[in-house]
């Protein structure tokens, strides 16, 4: 199954969160297990450099690059798990500000539904982020669901693959 996105948007029509759905070809049990090993992520998603953990409290560092720029973000988020059921990575500090990841697993025939919602403050990534969004504003609108799609496909090929 291809992936749904709902694009949330605040009262001035702008992009705030995604929220992606998709039916991964895996029982729940496998998915689980990509979803909840976070010390795995930088092998498995777009643009994430290292994961550290210590109890429920992750640190992520991100790489973004565009030719021959790199800029690197870094954020603590707290790891709130629904053992088999949600994983939700709620920001405690750095960037990007505001960061919310939510997995939702729903065991259905033929697999396992995964609901992505990723939310955060787009404006607090960086000048060069800002140089983009300032000359091309369209770009706003495809982060958080670009987001939510390399997300749940790092997850469905994992889980996928996985045996």
Same mark, same amino acid.
């Given at each position: 199954m291809?992936?749904?996105?709902?694009?949330?948007?605040?009262?001035?029509?702008?992009?705030?969160?995604?929220?992606g759905?998709?039916?991964?070809?895996a029982?729940?049990e496998r998915?689980?297990r990509a979803?909840?090993?976070?010390?795995?992520?930088?092998g498995?998603?777009p643009? =994430?450099?290292?994961v550290? /953990?210590?109890g429920d409290r992750?640190?992520v560092?991100? &790489? %973004?690059? $565009?030719?021959l720029?790199?800029?690197g973000f870094?954020?603590?988020?707290?790891?709130?798990?629904?053992e088999g059921?949600?994983?939700?990575l709620?920001w405690v500090?750095g960037?990007p500000?505001?960061?919310?990841?939510?997995?939702?697993?729903?065991?259905?025939?033929g697999g396992?539904?995964?609901?992505a919602?990723v939310?955060?403050?787009v404006?607090? =990534?960086?000048?060069?982020? /800002?140089?983009?969004?300032?000359h091309h504003?369209?770009i &706003? %609108?495809? $982060?958080f669901?670009?987001?939510?799609?390399?997300?749940?496909d790092?997850?469905?090929?994992?889980s996928?693959?996985q045996?």
């Open positions: 291809n992936p749904t996105v709902e694009v949330e948007l605040d009262s001035a029509h702008q992009p705030i969160a995604a929220t759905t998709q039916i991964i070809a029982p729940r998915v689980w979803l909840s090993d976070v010390e795995a992520y930088p498995l998603v643009m =994430l450099h290292k550290k /953990r210590v992750v640190t560092s991100l &790489r %973004f690059r $565009i030719s720029f790199s800029t870094e954020f603590t988020a707290d790891a709130i798990r629904d059921k949600t994983l939700e709620r500090a960037e500000r505001a960061l919310n990841l939510r997995f939702e697993l729903e065991e259905v025939p396992c539904k995964v609901r919602r939310s955060f403050d404006d607090s =990534l960086g000048w060069l982020t /800002r140089y983009f969004l300032k504003p369209e &706003r %609108f495809g $982060i669901p670009g987001t939510a799609c390399a997300l749940l790092s997850f469905r090929r994992a996928e693959l045996k």
